[in-house]
T-cell receptor, first 114, second 111 residues
Framework: AQTVTQSQPEMSVQEAETVTLSCTYDTSESNYYLFWYKQPPSRQMILVIRQEAYKQQNATENRFSVNFQKAAKSFSLKISDSQLGDTAMYFCAFMKHEAQKLVFGQGTRLTINP | DAGVIQSPRHEVTEMGQEVTLRCKPISGHDYLFWYRQTMMRGLELLIYFNNNVPIDDSGMPEDRFSAKMPNASFSTLKIQPSEPRDSAVYFC?????????FGPGTRLTVL
């Protein structure tokens, strides 16, 4: 069974700083998808970014980018120029190719301080 | 696009009462998922549907929980009878393509 581990329960940075959230996963699959979701205090789960394992290029969405290291089974999220609105729980998730279930990590609580 | 719609947003009920949570998925999405989130257990997948048909209900905690999807635009999750340990945030998510899109959740409190 696949597992997803987020080793940082909490992180805190100053506004405008860059922060990296860690995620590792365990799988024997070669084709899969990885996701970062954000859950702000409003509790809505919002997709931040998606990475396909067969793509070598790291996904980027504005201030959000990933460092996908397939051999190391690592999928970290970098937030550049952090903003107060980035304060949230961040969940890393894994999905096998042609599967439907997402496997979530336990989350990292990120606080951006003014 | 209105996104996934859930109702009610908050529900407070007493132990033993029946609770019904509702979900309207994004139009055109063919998968629908029900999750439960608690501090202790994180996000748990309860059940999911494909084209209105339940595919995997292995996450449903017990017979008190049931879910239906009578058509492509509506699903319900019912708890009967409810217990205090059912208190949680319940999310509905729908998927078209690779990505699941979540609703705002229903915070259920069972007294």
């Amino acid at each position: 069974a696949q597992t997803v581990t987020q080793s940082q329960p909490e992180m805190s940075v100053q506004e405008a700083e860059t922060v990296t959230l860690s995620c590792t996963y365990d799988t024997s699959e070669s084709n899969y998808y990885l996701f970062w979701y954000k859950q702000p205090p409003s509790r809505q789960m919002i997709l931040v970014i998606r990475q396909e394992a067969y793509k070598q290029q790291n996904a980027t969405e504005n201030r959000f980018s990933v460092n996908f290291q397939k051999a190391a089974k690592s999928f970290s999220l970098k937030i550049s120029d952090s903003q107060l609105g980035d304060t949230a729980m961040y969940f890393c998730a894994f999905m096998k190719h042609e599967a439907q279930k997402l496997v979530f990590g336990q989350g990292t609580r990120l606080t951006i301080n003014p | 696009d209105a996104g996934v719609i859930q109702s009610p947003r908050h529900e407070v009920t007493e132990m033993g009462q029946e609770v019904t949570l509702r979900c309207k998925p994004i139009s055109g999405h063919d998968y629908l998922f029900w999750y439960r989130q608690t501090m202790m257990r994180g996000l748990e997948l309860l059940i999911y549907f494909n084209n209105n048909v339940p595919i995997d209900d292995s996450g449903m905690p017990e017979d008190r929980f049931s879910a239906k999807m009578p058509n492509a635009s509506f699903s319900t999750l019912k708890i009967q009878p409810s217990e205090p340990r059912d208190s949680a945030v319940y999310f509905c998510a729908s998927r078209g393509g690779l990505t699941q899109y979540f609703g705002p959740g229903t915070r259920l409190t069972v007294l």
